[in-house]
Nanobody, 123 residues
Framework: QVQLGESGGGLVQTGGSLRLSCAAS????????MGWFRQAPGKEREFVAA????????NYADSVKGRFTISRDNAKNTVYLQMNSLKPEDTAVYYC????????????????WGQGTQVTVSS
C-alpha cells in the first residue's frame, strides 16, 4: 500500500522553474517505480517522466526532454520533478503515480495516484 501527495505547484512566468515533490507513505515505496503525468483542460492525461525504483533508469516525454529532470530519494520517501525553462503549454495539473515500468515497449502503469498539483505558466 502506497499513499502519495504532491506539492510544489504554482504560478510562474515563461522561462521560470519549479520543483514538484511527491511524498509517499507506506513500506512498499522503495520497490515501486514512480513517475509523473499531467492533464491540461480539455486534453487527455499524458505521460511526463518516470524513474525505476532504484533510481537507475529514467524516461521522458519528448516534449520535456532537456528541460525536466526526475529523481527520487528513497530515504526520504520522496520523488521530485525539476522543471526548467517552463512554457505556457506546460500548464496542467501534475499527478504523481506509483506502479510498474516495462522497457520494451516502454509503458508506465501506475497503480497508485496522488491528488495532483496545479502548475500554471504565464506568458
Amino acid at each position: 500500500q502506497v499513499q502519495l501527495g504532491e506539492s510544489g505547484g504554482g504560478l510562474v512566468q515563461t522561462g521560470g522553474s519549479l520543483r514538484l515533490s511527491c511524498a509517499a507513505s507506506g513500506r512498499t515505496f522503495g520497490r515501486n517505480d514512480m513517475g509523473w503525468f499531467r492533464q491540461a483542460p480539455g486534453k487527455e492525461r499524458e505521460f511526463v517522466a518516470a524513474i525505476r525504483w532504484n533510481g537507475g533508469r529514467t524516461n521522458y516525454a519528448d516534449s520535456v526532454k532537456g528541460r525536466f529532470t526526475i529523481s527520487r530519494d528513497n530515504a526520504k520517501n520522496t520523488v521530485y520533478l525539476q522543471m526548467n525553462s517552463l512554457k505556457p503549454e506546460d500548464t496542467a495539473v501534475y499527478y504523481c503515480g506509483a506502479g510498474p515500468i516495462t522497457i520494451a515497449p516502454f509503458r508506465f502503469s501506475p497503480r497508485y495516484w496522488g491528488q495532483g498539483t496545479q502548475v500554471t505558466v504565464s506568458s
